[in-house]
């Protein structure tokens, strides 16, 4: 592709080189300095540890046909530069120009949210293939592109593996891609250059504060998802926002939407609607109400959180035009999703759920949802990230000491901050009747769970929090395999073996 028609594809130039050559061919784009082969365009990017930047002269010996800068004073009249105002933002855009604009040829559907997106994009792709719909995902736990699984490191991947991604799933010819879309990779215009269809807002609460550092920035970088929704697309379809209606943000994304939205929740309000909600050990029962009409509601998952995640992957689907009949059918059928308030399946007198929450609310959904059907006595295993938002730490702490029977604070992925100092971070908020709590510190998150494990009585529930379907443990720079439903099926077969000797 022509250099001249690869700068159509981004309004973001607003300067060049003197003399550059426009009619030269590109025939490969890297923001990888190492990467760069002869002919390739080099976008420099200024990142949290390095600055792109600094190796144009690099790129450049290695046959950079030109460089993307968005920094003025980087500009030489020898080399062969484009100013960019944000050169991330023309990455993303001139990448999926390059590759065939693929996200034009399938519907795109992106959720954003603190809680709830992997539970929403999957069940979403579940009812569109129970519709015959052929879907590609890509989120948290993994991308997939109809059957065959290609692993993620990023809830939304990068500008690079986006367009690959997306470039592919065009290859196979999918009819939609489902995808997670995090505040970051919105911070960072990783999702430049993707059009799309529907944006789904599931709700907001603390969260990587350490990153926007107020909960304002945090909600207006979320919100770009939807002001972003593009009337006039290219693809000529309809564009929709799906917002929770009980979420205090609702009113907030709606006035910065730009095309018809729709709502969900169980306020009165909401245009689609969860009624008469039952809650059990066997899962989530409720009558939806939409357009006048009512349909029944079974699912095997458990908790409230988990009626809002289905009743947006509903919104969504019947927007799509999925029969109610697919819809019922897809939802009664679906498992939990890995990690997400997941059963560990083990002959045990006491129950065990692994599951992802590691922000204030989700932790607080988690124990209420398994004091639904508990028994007697809730025991939580919980931690928090090391370099991530210390805010919300004592605000864990508090939850989990308040609402469970037996608290046991441990480590979660610490990184290269010290466990010690993570856990007091966890503990200042454990005070007043949360206090009276039975507590534990345990940073070796293995004997933590062990520990939870040989407290068991009949008739408790055991709750291991933070990491969820992850199956490693970053310890310093360092990633160890580490997996909490392994642990605890290995720890809970151990128990019952002995009880048997």
Not at 329 to 340: D, H, I, W
Not at 373 to 382: A, D, G, L, N
């Amino acid at each position: 592709m022509l250099l001249e028609h690869l700068a159509r594809y981004t309004n973001d130039i607003i300067g060049w080189q003197q003399g550059l050559d426009w009619q030269q061919e590109v025939l490969g784009i890297t923001s990888d300095s190492r990467q760069v082969k002869k002919g390739y365009l080099f976008v420099a990017l200024k990142g949290e540890k390095s600055d792109g930047h600094d190796y144009i002269k690099q790129a450049l010996q290695q046959g950079a046909c030109a460089v993307v800068i968005e920094d003025p004073a980087r500009r030489r009249e020898d080399e062969p530069w484009i100013l960019a105002r944000e050169s991330r933002k023309a990455l993303g855009e001139m990448l999926q120009g390059y590759l065939g604009s693929p996200s034009l040829r399938m519907r795109v559907i992106g959720v954003t949210g603190t809680n709830g997106k992997t539970t929403v994009t999957n069940m979403i792709a579940h009812i569109l293939e129970e519709g015959q719909k052929k879907v590609g995902l890509m989120g948290t736990i993994h991308n997939r592109i109809g059957q065959k699984i290609l692993p993620g490191s990023l809830t939304t991947p990068d500008c690079l593996e986006l367009a690959g991604l997306f470039a592919e799933m065009a290859a196979a010819q999918m009819d939609y891609a489902v995808m997670e879309v995090s505040s970051h990779a919105l911070a960072q215009n990783r999702v430049a250059g993707v059009e799309f269809d529907l944006g789904v807002f599931t709700n907001l609460t603390q969260d990587h504060l350490d990153f926007h550092g107020t909960m304002e920035e945090y909600l207006a970088q979320k919100s770009r998802l939807f002001s972003g929704l593009d009337p006039l697309g290219k693809k000529g379809d309809q564009k929709m926002a799906i917002l929770n209606r009980d979420d205090p943000s609702c009113d907030y994304l709606s006035d910065r939407c730009r095309v018809p939205f729709v709502t969900y929740g169980l306020d009165k309000r909401s245009m689609v609607r969860a009624e008469n909600v039952q809650l059990s050990s066997q899962g989530i029962q409720y009558d939806l109400k939409y357009i006048n009409k009512m349909s029944p509601i079974r699912m095997k998952v458990h908790g409230q959180f988990n009626v809002y995640n289905s009743l947006a992957a509903i919104a969504v689907t019947l927007v799509e035009g999925i029969p109610i009949e697919t819809i019922q059918r897809a939802l009664e059928a679906m498992e939990a999703v890995p990690g997400r308030f997941q059963r560990v399946e083990a002959e045990a007198p006491y129950s065990v759920f692994v599951d992802y929450s590691h922000t204030p609310d989700s932790l607080k959904n988690c124990i209420l949802t398994a004091r639904e059907f508990c028994r007697k006595r809730i025991i939580t295993v919980f931690g928090a990230g090391g370099h991530r938002d210390r805010a919300k730490r004592p605000l864990m702490g508090e939850i989990a000491a308040r609402l469970s029977d037996i608290c046991i604070v441990t480590s979660d992925n610490p990184r290269d901050e010290d466990p010690e100092d993570i856990m007091e971070d966890i503990l200042k908020g454990i005070k007043g009747d949360a206090a009276k709590t039975a507590l534990y510190k345990e940073v070796d998150r293995r004997k933590a769970i062990r520990m939870a494990i040989e407290l068991a009585e009949p008739g408790d529930v055991v709750l291991i929090c933070g990491k969820g379907h992850e199956d490693y443990q970053i310890i310093g720079d360092q990633k160890h395999h580490f997996d909490d439903r392994e642990e605890a099926q290995t720890m809970i077969n151990e128990r019952q073996k002995k009880r048997h000797d």
